[in-house]
């Protein structure tokens, strides 16, 4: 059975929403971050990189998120776009600007704003600037169709729910007066009975909460240094 290293953070998240979505049978296997799960030597030969999710399937090992998606799409057939190369190139196009793009800014913009020592201003206005920027032209994108490829829902707005969860933290309470037609994608995929079965995954397993210094140790360990 398919082993998903998972914690509740986004973007473990929209590989939980596509294997929902899928009907693959899973195991979850919680990575708790802030107590630096991830540093685990055994973790480390499934995800070099020491960050969630990554996941095993029979002799595949697979991490960065929308890696993942793309081989769980290979996999099952399911939610890719047409099999031809123009709309391939499409969904190559929009899935790494989500996985170069939207995840990097948007998470940099979380760590300076909320989690970093100052001085940081030019720094959170970087990376606010940055991930508005992002998060502006998906926006734009939505306001001209249904879903992130067309009409159709694919592993591309799986790959932006799992962060769109986040827009407030990231960008501010009133950030969904700017972002309306995100919003629309988020709350329609949060109707869906796959994205409330992946969120109720947070409450399977018991995470460390507090951003206290072994938290701060395992994450950002250059501010101890
Ligand atoms: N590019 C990676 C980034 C993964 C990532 O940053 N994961 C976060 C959770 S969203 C994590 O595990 N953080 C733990 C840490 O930074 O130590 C992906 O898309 O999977």
């Given at each position: 059975m398919i082993k998903l290293y998972?914690?509740?953070?986004?973007?473990?998240?929209?590989?939980?929403?596509?294997?929902?979505?899928?009907?693959?049978?899973?195991?979850?296997?919680?990575?708790?971050?802030?107590?630096?799960d991830q540093h685990d030597p055994a973790f480390l030969k499934i995800n070099p990189n020491a960050k969630t999710p990554a996941l095993v399937d029979g002799e595949?090992?697979?991490f960065d998120s929308n890696a993942i998606l793309l081989?769980?799409?290979?996999?099952?057939g399911k939610y890719l776009p047409a099999d031809n190369l123009n709309a391939r190139g499409e969904m190559y196009s929009w899935l790494m600007f989500?996985?170069?793009?939207?995840?990097?800014?948007?998470?940099?913009?979380?760590?300076?704003?909320?989690?970093?020592?100052a001085p940081k201003d030019y720094a959170v206005a970087r990376y606010n600037f940055e991930a508005w920027r992002h998060w502006t032209i998906i926006n734009d994108r939505l306001a001209k169709m249904p879903y992130m490829l067309g009409n159709e829902y694919t592993l591309v707005d799986m790959a932006v729910w799992?962060?769109?969860?986040?827009?407030?933290?990231?960008?501010?309470?009133?950030?969904?007066?700017?972002?309306?037609?995100?919003?629309?994608?988020?709350?329609?995929i949060n109707e869906r009975p796959a994205a409330q079965r992946a969120e109720a995954l947070k409450n399977k397993h018991c995470y460390k909460s507090e951003m206290d210094a072994e938290a701060r140790k395992a994450m950002f360990p250059q501010i101890t240094q």
């Open positions: 998972y914690h509740p953070s986004p973007n473990p998240a929209k590989v939980a929403l596509f294997l929902e979505e899928a009907g693959l049978a899973y195991e979850l296997i919680p990575v708790d971050t802030r107590k630096g595949a090992v697979v081989y769980l799409a290979e996999k099952s989500v996985a170069t793009g939207i995840g990097p800014y948007s998470g940099q913009a979380v760590h300076f704003k909320h989690f970093a020592p799992g962060w769109a969860r986040a827009v407030p933290f990231i960008l501010g309470n009133e950030a969904w007066e700017n972002l309306p037609n995100v919003k629309r994608l988020l709350d329609e």
